[in-house]
Structure formats: C-alpha cells, structure tokens
C-alpha cells in the first residue's frame, strides 16, 4: 500500500483521516513575443494558424514530453501536503516571510 506524507511537516497523511492535497508548480520561461507580434501584424490570418499549430502540438505532447521539449529552465514540481500545509500554503504560496527584521527604531 502506498503511504504519502505531507512535504512540508513530513506527518503521514492517512487518506481515511484527512484529505490528501497536491501542489502542481510549474516554473517556465515567459515567451517575449515582440518579434512575433511584428511579423503576424501584417498578416492576421497567419497569426491564427500558428496558435492552431502550437495548441495541437501542446496537446499532443505528454507533460513529460512538454518539460524536455522545453528544457529551459522549465520545472514541474509537485507536493503532498496534509490539510493543515495546504491552508498555510495558501495563505503563502511563495514563503515569503514576513519582515520582522524591519525595526524603525532609528528616528
Ligand atoms: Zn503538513
């Protein structure tokens, strides 16, 4: 039987006690198209069957296949987290930590 625990608190989730809940993060490259947007704006119609090609394509391709189409710095991560880790994942999903090293003493 497979046993998941929560990435975060490392606690064993049990799926008869809690629900177990996945993070998908995807980390890729946004695509500067500004050489794009020049060439299709003369030509509209050409614009339109390039998204038809690249959404066939994205379909076709499994998320496996996509990640090493795109080795560039483009990541799948995914985490298991318990329901107490989702709730705190939420309410900071980039773990930014807040800045108690902001004292305004000197004044
Ligand atoms: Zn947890």
């Not at 039987?1 to 006690?17: F, G």
């Amino acid at each position: 039987m497979l046993h998941y625990s929560c990435d975060l608190c490392q606690r064993p989730i049990d799926p008869a006690v809690c629900i177990r809940h996945v993070v998908k993060i995807n980390v890729f490259p946004a695509v500067d198209s500004q050489n794009d947007e020049e060439s299709l704006a003369g030509s509209e119609t050409l614009g339109d069957d390039h998204l038809d090609d690249m959404h066939d394509l994205l379909e076709r391709l499994e998320e496996q296949d996509l990640a090493a189409f795109l080795d560039d710095g483009t990541r799948s991560l995914r985490f298991d987290l318990c329901d107490a880790c989702r709730q705190r994942f939420l309410r900071n999903p980039l773990g930014i930590q807040p800045n108690k090293s902001f004292t305004f003493s000197d004044n």
